[in-house]
């Protein structure tokens, strides 16, 4: 209120009014509800990876005091990264959850996480970047002027990439006789960008309404999902000890 005057106040307010129960979070992320231990470990592998990006790219800002102040944070979003891929990679190796609820969840998961780099062509992301106000991702490594208006889609790109390694890494824990795990296309259960609103199927495919109702059914976790997997969490070997190697 002191920097911004009523502008800031506003906006300040209507932060505080929204709420993820009542699913009025600005992204679909923070409206999901996580209802189990794989629902954590998949959010905070996938979605707490999207502050990794938002952080590293801050640490580039011209403004010094914050640039400075987001590598303590990195440093923590580190611990949750682990934390959550560890968790999924025990999930996996216990082979107690079949892979065909695990992929549910990682398509409720990371089809949200596309959203959290924001619009595609972004105005936002352009001026950010002009005024120095952040970089783009490893910024460091780039040798070439950026694109401004693909700073978003170049910082999404780079996420599907990453997620990809992560999900190909589990799939080596995973028998050859059963399914190995995907990530959903990018064009999947959009809210923001090109493809937001769009009946996309997981694979990327278009199709009438109807059909994307019912496929949602087929490929997002249902409440028995929910509640099978919090029954299965009970037993203690649902999920592989931490000191097994």
């Known amino acids: 209120v002191t920097y911004f005057g009523d502008s800031g106040k506003a906006q300040s307010q ?8 009542e699913n009025t979070r600005l992204l679909d992320s923070f409206n999901q509800p996580v209802r189990n231990w794989l629902d954590f470990f998949a959010y905070t592998s996938f979605i707490d990876r999207d502050g ?17 102040s987001t590598l303590p944070m990195l440093q923590e979003e ?12 025990r999930i996996v190796r216990a082979g107690k959850i079949p ?5 549910k969840y990682f398509n409720k998961w990371v089809s949200t996480a596309y959203d959290l780099f924001g619009q595609d062509e972004s105005g936002s ?3 950010a970047y002009v005024w120095g106000l952040k970089g783009r991702y490893d910024e460091h490594l780039y040798d070439k002027p950026a694109d401004m ?9 780079t996420f599907f990439k990453e997620v990809k390694a992560l999900v190909d890494a589990l799939n080596h824990h995973i028998p050859e006789d059963q399914p190995k795990l995907t990530i959903p296309n990018d064009k999947f259960r959009r809210h923001i960008g090109a493809y937001a609103g769009m009946p996309y199927s997981v694979t990327g495919e278009l199709l009438s309404q109807e059909a994307y109702e019912e496929h949602l059914k087929e490929v997002m976790p249902s409440e028995a999902d929910d509640q099978f997997v919090v029954g299965l969490e009970k037993d203690k070997d649902w999920i592989m000890a931490p000191s097994q190697k």
């Open 14 to 21: 209507r932060l505080l009014e929204r709420r993820a129960s």
């Open 52 to 68: 990794k990006y938002q952080l590293n790219m801050l640490s580039r800002s011209a403004f010094a005091p914050l640039g400075r």
């Open 78 to 89: 580190a611990y949750h990264l682990a934390q959550g891929n560890i968790g999924l990679m």
């Open 99 to 103: 892979i065909a609820v695990i992929q």
């Open 125 to 127: 992301a352009h001026w």
């Open 149 to 157: 208006d693909k700073l978003n889609e170049l910082s999404r790109a």
